[in-house]
């Protein structure tokens, strides 16, 4: 390790060993951002596969995400308020399918009541294929 190395301090500091192993380098740090879909919030990477809630979108065709709320590579951190303005997660839509199944089961004692009930969502697996941001412009 180099003595500038942030990840030195850690591993000296008596973090658990599996920690200063995943970041032992800088090149571990990959450029990842945090995008909002469906409700829920992802954080992604360029080539990660992840599932998504249901999108209009058909399989091998491409999905484009604009709500960006941070990105960060190993040195930089930009976050927006809420949004980055100009930012696009694009994605190409791998298959439709559906998560596993999901039962709720409702039960009082001594009553003789018992309800199931159960669903399973339906999700769309997408494969980040780039992050981009907006490009500065010098306004003089």
Same mark, same amino acid.
């Given at each position: ?7 030195? =301090? ?8 599996? =920690? ?11 450029? /990842? ?8 919030? /992802? ?61 709720? =089961? ?6 003789? /009541? ?27």
């Amino acid at each position: 390790m180099q003595r500038g190395d942030p990840t030195s =301090f850690a591993c000296q500091a008596g973090l658990p060993v599996e =920690f200063c192993a995943a970041f032992s380098s800088l090149k571990a740090l990959m450029a /990842y951002a945090i995008i909002n879909t469906g409700g829920r919030q /992802y954080r992604i990477a360029e080539g990660d596969t992840i599932d998504v809630d249901l999108l209009d979108v058909d399989p091998g065709k491409t999905a484009t995400f604009g709500e960006v709320l941070m990105f960060a590579d190993g040195k930089n951190v930009m976050h927006g308020n809420p949004l980055i303005s100009g930012a696009k997660v694009t994605a190409e839509v791998v298959e439709q399918r559906k998560d596993k199944k999901v039962i709720a =089961f409702k039960y009082k004692r001594r009553k003789g /009541y018992h309800r199931t009930v159960g669903h399973r969502r339906k999700l769309t697996r997408v494969k980040i294929k780039s992050i981009s941001l907006p490009t500065k412009s010098k306004n003089t």
